[in-house]
Nanobody, 127 residues
Framework: QLQLVESGGGLVQPGGSLRLSCTAS????????IGWFRQAPGEEREGVSC????????YYTDSVKGRFTISRDNAKDTVYLQMNSLKPEDTAVYYC????????????????????WGKGTLVTVSS
């Protein structure tokens, strides 16, 4: 069974940091574009960041540029989202997703039509 699993969410104070991890069972992440998405209560799902399979291309939505960093460790078959200087508006359920086409992630944007999705991890930024 192909499955993505997110971890690393939790409660953090404004200005704090968290690192989310995305791992897979049933397939190797290294061959896929990986995207991080988030959905706050009452809001639409938002694409946050993505990374190409070779890590040559990354994308960040404007609201997280300079604060979030996406990376991948293909030896560990894990993709990370380092989130610094967190703000209350970053509060959401964060999902990782995998896509099979390289065109799904570029410096100009990311596709929402990923092929595999995790169940999400909750990030709460609050004092």
């Amino acid at each position: 069974q192909l499955q993505l699993v997110e971890s690393g969410g939790g409660l953090v104070q404004p200005g704090g940091s968290l690192r989310l991890s995305c791992t897979a069972s049933g397939f190797n992440l290294r061959y896929y574009v990986i995207g991080w998405f988030r959905q706050a209560p009452g809001e639409e799902r938002e694409g946050v960041s993505c990374i190409s399979s070779g890590a040559g291309s990354t994308y960040y939505t404007d609201s997280v540029k300079g604060r979030f960093t996406i990376s991948r460790d293909n030896a560990k078959d894990t993709v990370y989202l380092q989130m610094n200087s967190l703000k209350p508006e970053d509060t959401a359920v964060y999902y990782c997703a995998a896509g099979i086409r390289t065109s799904m992630c570029s410096v100009g944007g990311m596709s929402h039509n990923m092929h595999y999705w995790g169940k999400g991890t909750l990030v709460t930024v609050s004092s």
